[in-house]
């Protein structure tokens, strides 16, 4: 079964970089991911979609600040230069034959 | 520029039906794959349904909470996709979001609609 688990929370300062962590359940850890930002009162947007070969594509006018990585079943999301804006709760979501799977969220705090 | 609109929400008792609306606009809609994902108040984010593009057959996929009540179809000569729910229950209340599907990943999504499913 699919299950993608993220920390509930993560806060950063100002400025500073923070890395964000979704990880694929057993038996999935060569699965792509995408990224999804939701801003407070907001609609998700789409940020990236991260395959398992290391490429990486960004939405539309998604700066390159937003960037992802993985190791073994753990897929990343690093935003650097933190922003007052990113304070926002971070989706991942993944998918298989017939689903698509979100976690729980991530709610960024930019202190 | 892509856009998805949705339209449809509104309150409606429990046990009764309703169809959502999603219209496309600033891409080939026949050549993508379309997905509904809601979100219920104060919660994440849960995928309900896709329908693939007529190239893969047009076949629907749905979730286990809505399986059997829930029905997605497209028209593509109006760039619409709909999301017909039936058998409503109030843990169905939620805002219901359109997706563009890669066939993976959502890459876009409309604004919302809010079903309020409540006597």
Known sequence: QLVLTQSPSASASLGASVKLTCTLSSGHSSNGIAWHQQQPEKGPRFLMKFNSDGSHSRGDGIPDRFSGSSSGAERYLTISSLQSEDEADYYCQAWDTGIRVFGGGTKLTVL | ?119
């Open chain 2, 1 to 119: 520029e892509v856009q998805l609109v949705e339209s449809g929400g509104g309150l409606v008792q429990p046990g009764r039906s309703l169809r959502v609306s999603c219209t496309a606009f600033g891409f080939a809609f026949g050549e993508f794959a379309m997905s509904w994902v809601r979100q219920a108040p104060g919660k994440g984010l849960e995928w309900v349904s896709f329908i693939r593009n007529k190239a893969y057959g047009g076949t629907a996929e749905y979730a286990a909470s809505v399986k059997g009540r829930f029905t997605i179809s497209r028209d593509d000569s109006q760039s619409i996709a709909y999301l017909q729910m039936n058998s409503l229950k109030t843990e169905d209340t939620a805002v219901y979001y359109c997706t563009r599907d890669l066939g993976g990943g959502s890459d876009h999504w409309g604004q919302g609609t809010l079903v309020t499913v409540s006597s």
